[in-house]
């Protein structure tokens, strides 16, 4: 979501993700953009995808238990960037739903510029 003051990202983030699964992932949520990296300082493998309502929850819950996914590899990832010292996100009601329904992690980023 974007807004005159701040600019808002809600997404699934997977760290230390197995490389050999890459493919099974996208197979299994086909006409998602994963974006991939590495972080700096571990050089493990990072995939992430923007979240909508569209998002078949269903597939990615099959993908995790399908592939004995750990819960401490993945969850979601709230970052918010804004021209202000002070401001907020309210995670939308879809993002809230999945990770209910998978758990694993909910990592929040805050950037004032």
Known sequence: MKHPYHNERIAFRFVGFPKKAV?????????????????????????????????????????????????????????LVTERDSDGVRVPAFAAELFRKVGGKLDFSFTSV
């Open 23 to 79: 493919p099974l992932l996208k197979k299994a949520l086909p006409g998602v953009e994963l974006k991939m990296g590495k972080q700096k300082k571990t050089q493990k493998l990072v995939i992430s995808f923007q979240l909508n309502k569209n998002l078949k929850h269903k597939k990615l819950r099959a993908f995790l238990r399908q592939n004995k996914i750990s819960p401490n590899t993945y969850g979601l990832w709230v970052s």
